[in-house]
């Protein structure tokens, strides 16, 4: 694994433990859902940059599901963060994780 890959991941836990710990009243540090929600979202947006491929050439064809994936993951982000819905919450962490194991198999598999 690159190093991009490693520190993308950590960011990724990181959104991960934002959402453990947003989503218990006690430990609720970052205003409950909404503040979760936004916290996670910039954890993610923070981890496709980190961990981006943006030197290496990808065909249109192979980026069209993990577009379209986070297409729907702003969308959720949106929703969750007008909304307040711990199911979103829920959604938009399970799909920064899915965004995150997608690319980094892409990275692993794909050419150097």
Known sequence: MRRRDVAAGLLVLAAVLVWLLGTTTVLAPFDGVRGSALLVTALGVAAEVVGGAWRGRISPAAMRGPAALGLVTAIVAVVTV?????????VLVLLTV??????TLRHLTGPR
């Open 82 to 90: 007008v909304s307040g819905s711990p199911a979103g919450l829920f």
């Open 98 to 103: 899915v965004l995150w194991m997608l690319a």
